[in-house]
């Protein structure tokens, strides 16, 4: 069986990126402009790897599904990106930073990884600020920053609620100077399906430009995936509504393995589902619960009262109202982390405390930070999410309480990677939120941008060197060799395929079966009984989907629906893998809760003792089993605790 690698460098921990970087191997300047690298994604993980690269002196291929670069779903980031710049002096640094995420990840993530990316994160703030990204200020000129959850210090920076899209930004000027350059091939419309490997390394993709729908062969030294997460398994989301697995899940088919699939997070305050036909979900950005309050009637009858529309939040008096995360956990309040107040949400609306006609929401209640502070001060720091919401439910939420419920909403699975970011496909990397990542069980808020930014420019642009230094004498390859004709074959048959079904439901209603399938048994709480129940549920909605969708349109034209019928067919795959692995992982943790282990009181039961490793799943073949690969996880510099945030 093959061992999982790790590439931990050796020292003690606060030195083991700088010795890395003293003893890893370089490219000459003269050699790296020999040297081609293709970048899937033009998100924050891929825009800042793809400038970075170039500006280096790499030629690289840049390519994005949408019509600009300036589109991938990084845009939507709201609340912000964590630094340990302790400008607040309230004493963060970066240990604490490491330790946070660490903790907040339930002690399922890499020490050394988590310590070099709370190493980065003062670099990344640097980085954006002189890229001209206009992040919030003080009266006197210094960098603003709020609190986010699963910390006691103060350390989000942010621009209002477009954090993603100014950092986007930023990101996408460098990108464009180096397409002036000419060190940057960019190829937006242009969508990856297939991954090409020769003589064991990854040397190219096959993708399909999404307008004519020709295929197209592109090669290169090396290709990193900075495809973003999968959320949209679950058809309900709050990620952008194209966000697919497909380039992941192409790579996994072809030798990269999968880490944590199981792994995914629960966002506590969404917009709460208001119908069958919806097919997205809203966000409210974390930072609201800086100032907002979350709470549920004290009173079932009150509760009943608001499901049926009789009184709203505001007839509810102070005594009769259940601040039920202060009252859980007292020292971080309604700054828990995201796992912790989904699943207190859950409890409360379980046990028939809901405030809206589902019973599936409860209030985020801003009444007492506009007394204290003002409207104009809540205005400038929330304005544009308090329009939003407006906008959205037709509530003001100036005046009345917003409604969230949990949504889906990031994954903290995905390929696994070593130490450089490298998958187990030799010259295949993975960044941002297509890796496995250095979150573990659980992304504490504004941690998944300076993830991404973190890899692209800071990690990535080093460690993809140790590679590329032994490809300098490989010359520039021909798109002709027989792996490019046989990996483009294999496209071109998979999407006839799909074109030749000519059956009767429309992607859309497969999708949701799948959505509620995951929802109900790999959701917000899973079970053994369910999770074997959602094996057999996929097994058959596969059936399902190859026997009767239907796909109108042409093959080879803008065909949205064979876009949407082909990430389908991954999603259904990965569905299953997802389900395989969290029946494996007999224990609660983060994201991951398992209702057979729970405290007394309610709260994930890890087991350290037998699931203290990353789950790397292995590709064998069509309706073969998945084989599981582990890799030990070590905490030499940190106490392994149950986590507590009472
Ligand atoms: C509403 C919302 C708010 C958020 N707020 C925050 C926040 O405040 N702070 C925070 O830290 N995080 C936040 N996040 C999470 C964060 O935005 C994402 O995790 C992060 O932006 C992902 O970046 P990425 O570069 O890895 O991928 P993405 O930005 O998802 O980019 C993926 C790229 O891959 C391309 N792509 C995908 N598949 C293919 C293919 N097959 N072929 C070609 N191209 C492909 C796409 O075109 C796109 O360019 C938020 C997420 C959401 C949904």
Not at 98 to 122: C, H, M, P, W
Not at 150 to 172: D, E, H, I, P
Not at 382 to 391: P, R, S
Not at 440 to 460: C, E, K, P
Request: glycine residues 8%; contains cysteine; neutral net charge.
């Amino acid at each position: 069986m093959l061992k999982l690698q790790s590439k931990i460098p050796e020292g003690p921990l606060a030195e083991k990126w700088s010795n890395y970087k003293s003893n890893q191997n370089l490219v000459n300047p003269a050699n790296k402009r020999k040297l081609d690298v293709i970048v899937i994604g033009t998100g924050l993980a891929g825009a800042a790897a793809a400038a970075s690269m170039a500006e280096m002196g790499f030629k690289v291929k840049s390519f994005c599904y949408q019509d600009s670069s300036r589109r991938a779903h990084s845009i939507a980031a709201q609340g912000g990106i964590n630094a340990a710049k302790n400008y607040q002096n309230d004493g963060d640094s970066i240990y604490r930073l490491f330790f946070d995420t660490i903790k907040g990840g339930d002690y399922r993530s890499r020490e050394a990884n988590v310590y070099r990316l709370a190493e980065v994160s003062n670099e990344i703030i640097d980085q954006c600020v002189a890229q001209g990204v206009p992040f919030a200020r003080e009266y006197g000129g210094t960098l603003d920053n709020r609190s986010f959850g699963g910390a006691l210090v103060s350390r989000t920076f942010y621009a209002r609620g477009q954090t993603g899209q100014q950092l986007l930004l930023g990101a996408y000027q460098a990108l464009s100077r180096q397409v002036k350059k000419g060190n940057v091939e960019m190829y937006p419309r242009m969508e990856m399906f297939n991954l090409v490997i020769v003589d064991g390394k990854a040397r190219g993709i096959i993708a399909r430009d999404v307008i004519t729908g020709k295929l197209e062969r592109f090669s290169a030294h090396a290709v990193v995936l900075a495809s973003g997460g999968y959320g949209n398994v679950y058809f309900l989301s709050t990620m952008a509504m194209g966000a697919n697995v497909t380039a992941a899940w192409q790579c996994y088919k072809k030798g990269a393995f999968f880490g944590n699939p199981s792994f995914v997070q629960i966002h506590p305050t969404c917009i709460p589902v208001h119908g069958e036909y919806q097919s997205k979900l809203t966000l409210m950005s974390e930072s609201l619960r800086n100032d907002g309050r979350i709470w549920v009637p004290k009173k079932l009858e009150d509760a009943k009262r608001l499901q049926n529309g009789e009184i709203g939040g505001a007839d509810i008096p102070e005594e009769d109202r259940d601040y039920y995360l202060e009252r859980r956990y007292p020292a971080f309040g309604n700054l828990v982390p995201r796992d912790v107040a989904s699943r207190a949400a859950k409890e409360r609306c379980d046990a028939g405390f809901g405030v809206n006609e589902t019973g599936l929401a409860v209030f985020l209640d801003f009444r007492d930070a506009i007394q204290r502070l003002g409207k104009d001060v809540i205005e400038a720091k929330y304005g544009n999410l308090f329009q939003m919401y407006e906008k959205i439910t037709d509530h003001n939420p100036y005046e009345v309480p917003m409604m969230i419920y949990p949504a889906i909403h990031y994954a903290m699975g995905g390929i696994w990677v070593d130490y450089e970011l490298q998958t187990t496909i030799p010259g295949l990397f993975a960044t941002g939120e297509s890796n496995f990542s250095d979150h573990g069980a659980n992304r504490l808020g504004a941690s998944a941008l300076m993830q991404g930014l973190a890899d692209g420019y800071f990690v990535l642009p080093y460690t993809i060197q140790n590679f590329l230094a032994h490809e300098i004498n490989t010359p520039r390859f021909k798109t002709d060799l027989p792996e490019f004709e046989q990996a483009e074959k294999e496209v071109q048959e998979q999407l006839e395929k799909l074109m030749a079904v000519k059956g009767t439901m429309s992607v859309d209603t497969l999708h949701k079966k799948l959505g509620h399938i995951m929802w109900n048994y790999v959701g917000m709480a899973r079970n053994k009984e369910g999770l074997e129940k959602a094996i057999l549920e996929i097994a058959d909605l596969k059936k399902e989907f190859w026997n009767n969708v239907n796909i109108p349109g042409e093959l080879n034209d803008l065909n949205v629906e064979l876009q949407k019928a082909s990430r389908l067919a991954d999603f259904i795959e990965l569905g299953d893998l997802m389900a395989r692995d969290a029946l494996n992982r007999e224990e609660s943790c983060g994201g991951h809760f398992r209702e057979e282990y729970q405290t007394g009181e309610g709260e994930a039961l890890r087991n350290d003792k037998d699931f203290t490793y990353v789950a790397a799943w292995e590709y064998k073949g069509e309706d073969k089993e998945h084989v599981l690969h582990k890799e030990p996880l070590k905490f030499e510099y940190i106490e392994v605790k149950q986590r507590n945030y009472k």
